[in-house]
């Protein structure tokens, strides 16, 4: 199975803040790579999708990167409805796996 | 719009056996993949397989491979996933979510989730 890491596993920032979210999957998947955003109680909700595609709907802040074995999600300008725990999921084989998540908190 | 709804939150005991569903709307519900994930209590996300409504091929996580069935009816647009028989450790929130692009593809949209607590 391919190992996602993502780092930091949690961080802490202020509204307006640039904030960069990494992950590092174990071999390289392309950029068959996706990002969502988990809010408490609340189900996953996708954010980037090839790596660097933004959702429709998606605010334009949200930034995708990467290809191979090392991506990124970053956020232009924190916003408050930002705080959240983000997770990347690769879909380059079976079975697909997701990273360990980061939290985002407020600083 | 497109959706997928999950059926209600269950408690069950150990060694009791469980169904959950996932309804489909607002797309052709038989044309793509329907993906069922696990998140323990607070903890991250696993994939456990995934079928394909139009044929019923089924896909499996090695990690969920004889611990869970996943099956479909195509004829009411909706998605399972059960146990024969719990366990303690089933005690999680359940996602269903359709699959973008094949298998394996990223998800989009899931639902609402399903609380199974499994309890004696």
């Known amino acids: 199975d391919i190992q996602m890491t993502q780092s930091p596993s949690t961080l802490s920032a202020s509204v307006g803040d640039r904030v960069t979210i990494t992950c590092r999957a174990s071999?390289?998947?392309?950029?068959?790579l996706a990002w969502y955003q988990q809010k408490p109680g609340k189900a996953p909700n996708l954010l980037i999708y090839?790596?660097?595609s933004l959702e429709s709907g998606v605010p334009s802040r949200f930034s995708g990167s990467g290809s191979g074995t090392e991506f990124t999600l970053s956020i232009s300008s924190l916003q408050p409805d930002d705080f959240a725990t983000y997770y990347c999921?690769?879909?380059?084989?079976?079975?697909?796996?997701f990273g360990q998540g980061t939290k985002v908190e407020i600083k | 719009e497109v959706q997928l709804v999950q059926s209600g939150a269950e408690v069950k005991k150990p060694g009791e056996s469980l169904k959950i569903s996932c309804k489909g709307s607002?797309?052709?519900?038989?044309?793509?993949?329907i993906g069922w994930v696990r998140q323990m209590p607070g903890k991250g996300l696993e994939w456990m397989g995934i079928?394909?409504?139009?044929?019923?091929?089924?896909r499996y996580s090695p990690s969920f491979q004889g611990q869970v069935t996943i099956s479909a009816d195509k004829s009411i647009s909706t998605a399972y996933l059960q146990w024969s028989s719990l366990k303690a450790s089933d005690s999680a929130m359940y996602y269903c979510?359709?699959?973008?692009?094949?298998?394996?593809?990223?998800?989009?949209?899931w639902g609402q989730g399903t609380l199974v607590t499994v309890s004696s």
């Open positions: 979510a359709r699959l973008i692009v094949g298998a394996p593809g990223w998800f989009d949209p």
């Open positions: 607002g797309y052709s519900f038989t044309n793509y993949w």
């Open positions: 079928i394909y409504p139009g044929d019923s091929d089924t």
């Open positions: 071999q390289s998947i392309s950029s068959w």
């Open positions: 090839k790596a660097s």
């Open positions: 999921q690769q879909y380059n084989s079976s079975p697909v796996t």
